[in-house]
T-cell receptor, first 115, second 113 residues
Framework: AQSVAQPEDQVNVAEGNPLTVKCTYSVSGNPYLFWYVQYPNRGLQFLLKYISGDNLVKCSYGFEAEFNKSQTSFHLKNPSALVSDSALYFCAVRDMDMGRRALTFGSGTRLQVQP | SQTIHQWPATLVQPVGSPLSLECTVEGTSNPNLYWYRQAAGRGLQLLFYSVGIGQISSEVPQNLSASRPQDRQFILSSKKLLLSDSGFYLC????????????FGPGTRLTVT
């Protein structure tokens, strides 16, 4: 079975400071990893994914995530947080059952950026 | 471009009443479709997924059911709602081939009273 752990319920950071939202995973084969963001009462919005290749993946919103196979981690980072980044962040892993193509989500981490 | 719609946006229903939530996708063909429930604003629970018309897989035993009458239409139903059915219901789609991310709809907030 595949699983994802987000060890922090909430992360607090001051605007302009760097932020890290942690994610570790457990899969039987090669992991396909995703980050999503959710604003209040909205659906999830895709941020970025790791499938293979370069361990550092980036998106257009200023976020990046680094795949670390030895530590089974896929932490989300931003070098300079904005108040508007405050939201709920989910890490997800692709299920290895190819027919399902379903994602297993972590429990979410609430990011609070203070002005 | 592709878009995904869900309706209604909010719903308040009494215990024991029926339920029908609808999800439609535009701008793509043969998508995989998913229903998730999010309780207490946190983790997502996969309820159903579909890889084609009439093909539904259930992830957890419950009093909900899903149907896919058309390629880009996914319906979540119940004959009799329970209090525990309250939550935020999210529909999502993904491209069938390859390793692709899922795209989520705006969600339906269901409150069972």
């Amino acid at each position: 079975a595949q699983s994802v752990a987000q060890p922090e319920d909430q992360v607090n950071v001051a605007e302009g400071n760097p932020l890290t939202v942690k994610c570790t995973y457990s899969v039987s084969g090669n992991p396909y990893l995703f980050w999503y963001v959710q604003y209040p009462n909205r659906g999830l919005q895709f941020l970025l994914k790791y499938i293979s290749g370069d361990n550092l993946v980036k998106c257009s919103y200023g976020f990046e995530a680094e795949f670390n196979k030895s530590q089974t981690s896929f932490h989300l980072k931003n070098p300079s947080a904005l108040v508007s980044d405050s939201a709920l962040y989910f890490c997800a892993v692709r299920d290895m059952d190819m027919g399902r193509r379903a994602l297993t989500f972590g429990s979410g981490t609430r990011l609070q950026v203070q002005p | 471009s592709q878009t995904i719609h869900q309706w209604p946006a909010t719903l308040v229903q009494p215990v024991g009443s029926p339920l029908s939530l609808e999800c439609t996708v535009e701008g793509t063909s043969n998508p995989n479709l998913y229903w998730y429930r999010q309780a207490a604003g946190r983790g997502l629970q996969l309820l159903f997924y579909s890889v084609g018309i009439g093909q539904i897989s259930s992830e957890v035993p419950q009093n909900l059911s899903a149907s896919r009458p058309q390629d880009r239409q996914f319906i979540l139903s119940s004959k009799k709602l329970l209090l525990s059915d309250s939550g935020f219901y999210l529909c999502a789609w993904s491209v069938r081939a390859g390793v692709n991310e899922q795209y989520f709809g705006p969600g339906t907030r269901l409150t069972v009273t």
